[in-house]
């Protein structure tokens, strides 16, 4: 019993890294960037509801809302002030130093702001959860939500995707960026959708990721955000079905290894992962392949 | 003289300049015990930079894991000191123990050479930061002790080593090696990157160094003229890491305790360095040494700055990156300024 305890541990947990992973494949898949900073946009939207949720002290639907929002903003304004000037740069490396860049920020402008003093965070999640098995098996209100919520964003994005026009646009620019300009398609403009997106996906990971974990601080989503590369990547990156797959099973290989392992190795075997993979096949579970042209 | 060496000479003048200025100073006792301490860790911190700069700007890739082979350099010595400190005397022990720091780092260097260069930009960055967080992790979970029957191994904890009542731990786990001989001094240090620099500007300005700037300039074109792009990104890559590791073995022989803990070598550190590459001039290997020293005194001089000295950098990367880099910006610098700053463009090319 107590197996499949952590094994929904595990499912919650990969739900989280999901989320955060279809911000980085989306991003990835349309921007052909690392956006390094997207694990620290997970922090500032907690401490966002932690601000909010201190300030009103009521509903954190409230904070939560106001997040978004905010984080939507933040995931914009950096595409236009740091990421669109590099863009068509010499060097792929000029991006990626600026998304460090960005990051380390982040990071710095929450430390001055909030302090390193690590802050408890109120679970947004008020449900107790179920008890199964006559009281054997335990499940937490933050877990179902978790995978509840994870599980109808993918819904939704899918959709989205393939049933809109400007997911189709995603698309299209996401294969060939030039073709996709002849065809009227606003290249600039989607591509900042997608940071839209998938900056408002990071604000909800960290709501669920500071409820089921409470202690925030400024480095708070660097590590979440770096494993959650490895489940974009370990599901193929580009792909949204993808980064749920690789998500659920990193957060079930990584609870699963902290437990019948050991705790100090289970960040090794996670980023284990991410070497064999990208050795063995390196375009993921469910990725495409690209040819490269001379 | 051709151009090249005398560049070459003028770095190795400001570093033997800039040893002879600080020792003077603390001959005539101008220097603070403080400021005094800060000294050796310069030194490492700029012959990490330079290896950085050797990968990042040479070989034109970027690795955010380099403190992982600093790591692997400092433990793999201190191991060794701590072990022969009363057997050996001082000078050979400490010159047997940059031998193995720099030969495991190096070793490791290849070793993961070998799966990470394969990668390209993105994967090849996160994967050198996966393996630099590997590196800390194992070595955090890492238990030796010595006792009369030899060596003890554990990956669970100090008990599981099984000791007679005479052992005692040498890697302590999290708690790591305490008790290094202080070996490393501000000379030595200025010694192992003068030899670090003469050995990188060497590579750079030699046949290989040149195949190895053609593979990161156009890897396609560089193979199509018969250049193994293989072998050039793996000797670079691993030159690199050795001289990483020959920081970590100053870093060691400086510390009493030593951890590895992500505060020297978590990718953020790795990041730290990474400022010191680009603020001293990706591919300027003399700007690095200059980057590394001015950035690591100055914040400590001023205390008042240190709060918003990561805050300050950050935004300094995220300048500079878009800068020298963005294709708008440098045509609006062309036009502009015509063909006043063709050259600081050519440099970053």
């Known amino acids: 019993m107590s197996f499949l305890t952590y094994l929904i541990n595990g499912l919650s947990l990969g739900s989280i890294y999901a989320i955060i992973a279809l911000g980085y494949t989306m991003v990835y898949g349309i921007a052909k960037m690392l956006n390094f900073a997207h694990g620290d946009f ?33 995931g914009i304004t950096t595409e236009f002030v740091a990421y669109r000037p590099l863009r068509g740069a010499a060097s792929p490396l000029a ?113 669920l990721l500071c409820s089921a974990y409470p202690s925030l601080s400024p480095y708070t989503g660097a590590m979440p955000g770096i494993k959650a590369f490895v489940a974009a990547v370990l599901g193929g990156i580009g792909s949204i079905p993808g980064a749920m ?49 001379v | 003289m051709s151009k090249t060496k005398r560049d070459n000479l003028i770095t190795y003048g400001i570093v033997i300049l800039a040893f002879i200025i600080f020792q003077v100073l603390s001959a005539t006792g101008n220097l603070s015990s403080h400021m005094k301490g800060l000294l050796v860790p310069m030194t490492y911190y700029a012959v990490i930079a330079v290896a950085l700069n050797l990968c990042v700007g040479i070989l034109g890739e970027l690795s955010i894991g380099h403190c992982g082979f600093m790591c692997i350099g400092a433990f793999t010595s201190a191991f060794f000191s701590k072990v022969t400190e009363e057997v050996l005397p001082t000078a050979p022990r400490f010159i047997i123990a940059f031998i193995i720091g720099i030969a495991f780092a190096a070793l490791f260097g290849f070793l993961i050479g070998i799966p990470v260069l394969r990668l390209k930009g993105d994967y090849l960055a996160i994967v050198t930061l996966a393996f630099g967080e590997i590196i800390k992790n194992v070595i955090n979970a890492f238990y030796i002790g010595v ?97 990483a590791g020959a920081a970590g073995v100053l870093f060691s022989h400086n510390i009493t305790t030593l951890t590895a803990s992500s505060q020297y070598f978590g990718y953020n550190a790795s990041i730290m360095i990474l400022v010191y590459v680009v603020l001293g001039g990706i591919g300027n290997i003399r700007g690095s040494v200059i980057a590394a020293c001015i950035l690591y005194l100055l914040p400590e001089l001023l205390r008042g700055l240190n709060t918003y000295r990561m805050l300050i950098y950050s935004i300094v990367l995220i300048v500079m990156m878009i800068v020298n880099w963005s294709p708008k910006v440098i045509e609006w610098r062309k036009r502009t300024f015509g063909n006043l700053l063709k050259k600081s463009g050519k440099e970053m090319a």
């Not at chain 1, 919520?149 to 989205?160: D, E, K, T």
């Not at chain 1, 690789?246 to 070497?275: H, M, N, P, R, W």
């Not at chain 2, 008790?179 to 240090?189: K, L, M, Q, R, V």
């Not at chain 2, 060497?202 to 792009?229: F, T």
């Open chain 2, 147 to 243: 006792d009369s029957h030899g060596l003890h191994f554990s990956m669970k904890n100090a008990m599981e080593l099984n000791m007679e009542a005479d052992g005692q731990i040498i890697v302590n786990g999290a708690m790591g090696i305490t008790g290094t001989p202080h070996d490393s001094n501000f000379a030595i240090g200025i010694a192992v990157l003068l030899i670090s620099l003469f050995v990188v500007l060497n590579l750079i300005n030699s046949r290989d160094g040149r195949a190895i700037m053609a593979v990161r300039d156009n890897y396609i074109a560089a193979e199509a003229s018969g250049i193994n792009v293989t072998r050039y990104k793996m000797m670079a890559f691993t030159i690199s890491a050795a001289i």
């Open chain 1, 245 to 293: 797959i690789g998500g659920l099973v990193l957060g079930i290989v990584e609870i699963l290894s902290k437990t019948y392992i050991s705790s100090q190795l289970s960040d090794a075997i996670v980023f284990g992962i991410l070497v064999i993979v990208l050795l063995v096949k390196p375009t993921g579970i469910l990725g495409k392949k690209y040819l490269e042209k």
């Open chain 1, 95 to 207: 991006v990626l130093i600026t998304a460090i860049g960005v990051s380390y920020l982040l990071e710095n402008v929450a430390l001055l702001i909030f302090g390193a003093d690590i802050k408890s965070f109120t679970s947004v999640v008020k449900w107790e959860g179920i008890t199964l098995f006559d009281g054997q098996l335990k499940i937490q209100g933050v877990t179902i939500v978790t995978i509840v919520v994870s599980i109808v964003i993918l819904i939704v994005l899918q959709l989205f995707i393939n049933k809109t026009k400007q997911g189709q646009a995603m698309l299209a620019a996401s294969e060939d960026k030039g073709a996709a300009a002849l065809m009227g398609i606003n290249v600039n403009r989607t591509i900042m959708l997608t940071f839209a997106i998938g900056s408002a996906l990071a604000a909800i990971a960290g709501a």
């Open chain 1, 42 to 74: 997970i922090m500032v939207g907690c401490y966002i509801i932690f601000s909010v949720s201190a300030a009103l002290s009521g509903n954190p639907i409230i904070g939560i809302l106001i997040a978004i929002v905010l984080c939507t903003l933040l």
